[in-house]
């Protein structure tokens, strides 16, 4: 069964009494982990209970097929109910699997990790169409559950938050669970005592180079038409981890939110409103991206940028190569234009 996104909480305080086998998949890779974790500990007890929880790799499956088989069936010699976790799942796990459910029902409770899958993989169709396992997608903290993931945990540690230092995480991070999680610790952390509000400064001191910043410098190094600086920041973020399919959805978002501002009465004041805000230090630019970029060239690229993204998705290859094209033939567009504006009124 397909988990949507509202009953994802609910499902998961009894998934282990409805079903046999959950999967996490999704392109937030330290979502995915942090809820596989919390479903094995709550099942198991202790996620690093080595009686009562199992791993395997993709890797040992294909070299011993009967092993998959052989640990489902296994029991608990301390009692209770044992899990089976499988951390690198793929489509190649989809026969396999599916022969399994297809027999007696697995002593063990299976919980399987994977990236992102694709409307058509055979893993997710295997957990989305069987009653007895489900499919639950990891999908990147939207506006307000990254603003409220860092309240939250500033707050465990004593810490409110300054505005200005709010947008400058909210900015930052929410690429990945893990990191975000991980840099708002080290955050608190420096904060010092309880009690002291975070600044703007603290945030800068301390939050790294994620795959979200290599993101904001492609996104803005599109806007401004900047070749050989969109070039570094896309070798940047594929270096950081992103899949081309998030760097090609970063660069539409950051289109679409020009086309929010253009042609506002009060460009800077429709932009200050923008949710989540524009970082103070890149306003200037993302102003300056407004005069650069027509509502056509808009349209046109966003169009070029959803072509690219259905291609991969349906096998395009190589993606990579698909997507650097896309964004560089993107970035020429208000250029292009301006050169046919040009030859035509000669």
């Known amino acids: ?54 791993e395997l790799s993709l890797g040992q499956i294909k070299d011993d097929p009967a092993r998959l088989a052989d ?10 109910r044992r899990v089976l976790r499988l ?3 793929a489509d190649a796990l989809a026969q396999p699997l599916a022969d399994l459910f297809a027999g007696a029902p ?90 002291r509000k975070v600044t703007l400064a603290d945030a800068e001191a301390v939050v790294g180079d994620s795959a979200a910043l290599s993101l904001d410098d492609l996104v803005f190094a599109l806007g401004d038409g900047d070749g050989a600086a969109l070039d570094r920041a896309y070798g940047h973020a594929v270096a950081e981890g992103n899949e081309e399919i998030r760097i090609l959805l970063a660069a539409g978002r950051h289109l679409a939110r020009l086309s929010q501002v253009a042609g506002a009465a009060d460009p800077r004041g429709a932009m200050k409103s923008l949710r989540p805000p524009v970082f103070f230090k890149l306003e200037s630019r993302f102003l300056g991206q407004l005069k650069r970029w027509s509502a056509s060239s808009i349209a046109e690229g966003l169009a070029r940028l959803q072509r690219a993204e259905l291609a991969i998705k349906t096998g395009a290859q190589p993606k990579s190569a698909v997507a650097e094209r896309t964004l560089f033939d993107v970035a020429a567009l208000p250029g292009a234009a301006a050169r046919n504006r040009g030859s035509l009124s000669r």
Do not use: N
Not at 71 to 80: Q, R
């Open 1 to 54: 069964m397909k988990i949507a996104p509202r009953d994802q909480a609910r499902f998961l305080d009894k998934a282990e009494t409805t079903v046999a086998a959950v999967l996490f998949y999704g392109p937030d890779r330290g979502l995915v982990s942090e809820r596989a974790e919390a479903l094995v500990a709550r099942v198991a007890g202790d996620a690093a209970d080595p009686f009562r929880v199992a």
């Open 71 to 80: 640990e489902a069936a296994a029991l608990s010699l301390s009692g209770g």
């Open 87 to 89: 951390k690198d799942a």
């Open 106 to 195: 697995t002593a063990a409770f299976l919980v399987l990790e994977a990236g992102e899958l694709g409307p058509r993989s055979a893993l997710r169709a295997v957990f989305e169409r069987g009653d007895k396992t489900a499919a639950i997608a990891c999908y990147l903290d939207d506006e307000a559950a990254l603003k409220g993931l860092i309240e939250a945990t500033l707050k465990q540690h004593g810490h409110a938050i300054e505005a200005e230092a709010l947008a400058f995480l909210q900015g930052r991070l929410g690429s990945d669970r893990a990191i975000t999680r991980s840099e708002l610790e080290k955050l608190a952390l420096y904060a010092g005592p309880e009690g």
